[in-house]
């Protein structure tokens, strides 16, 4: 059985900057949405700083309260007690990233998944992702074909690889191949090892790699170690040289404030990953 807890609507939504809360539908829905994409940070901070940060709902939420922001587990667990205490139907589902088209696909449960049910003037089920960094920015109708936000294209179909779910298609200028979930109903505790994993393993993205994304309905914002990148029509990016240029940036686009011990340990490693990583695109 799936647990709730009742976060503080009024705080949740001023975080947001949403001034109250609206009747469950498809319009408020996506304001919900677009709201959260905007002004809560995909990052791993903690996963950076050494930490296993919980995932848990409570604890999701309270990080939200508090300024942060978090990966799939936290954003979206966060993002459906909302919705709960809203009166939406919210269904939490595991899911599969696929980072690169040669990579397996599959359930997984590196991802945890969304949907919305049962809203009164739409006759579909809906996706609803804030935890995939350069994703969407809008929920999704579950409608197989292409969809549009902004500059980017998503696609829609029946999962190949979990029967009665659903495969999203990342645009071609997006950091993964595709997201698939299963039908399956989950709570937060199906993905604690998961979770453990992609904290501490060497293997794990979030280990090897400071970043920080967020959408927008013009474009992605993403920082890579100590570039940071505009991707929209086309790309701009800008390498942050200067510890003040690099927390500056944080805490202009992301809103992410750090504190000056942070700042003391996460700089020098993410001039170590851009080093190394200038490194291994320089090599013959």
Known sequence: ????????????????????????GAEALTRLHRAFAERVPYEAVEIQLGRVAPIDPASSVARVLAGRGGYCFQLNGAFAELL?????????????????????VGINRNHLALTVRDLPDSPHAWLVDVGLGDGLHSPLPLVEGLHRQGPFTFGL???????????????????????????????????????????????????????????????WDVLRA???????????????????????????????????DELEVLWPKAVAQHEAHAGSTAAP
């Open 1 to 24: 059985m799936v647990r709730r807890v009742l976060p503080d609507v009024p705080a949740f939504l001023r975080r947001l900057g949403l001034t109250g809360a609206e009747p469950p």
């Open 84 to 104: 709960g205490a809203l009166g939406y139907t919210v269904t939490r589902h595991p899911g599969g990233v696929q980072m690169t088209p040669d990579q397996p």
């Open 157 to 219: 179909a029946p999962s190949p690889v979990a029967p009665g779910g659903w495969r999203l298609t990342h645009d071609r200028r997006g950091s993964f191949a595709c997201m698939d979930f299963a039908p399956d109903v989950v709570d937060l505790d199906h993905f604690t090892d998961r979770h453990e994993h992609l904290s501490t393993s060497p293997e794990s993205g979030f280990v090897r790699t400071f970043g920080v994304l967020r959408a927008d309905g013009r474009g």
């Open 226 to 260: 100590l570039t940071l990148s505009r991707v929209a029509g086309t790309t701009t990016r800008t390498l942050l040289d200067s510890p003040a240029a690099w927390s500056a940036a944080l805490a202009d686009v992301y809103g992410l404030v750090l504190t000056r």
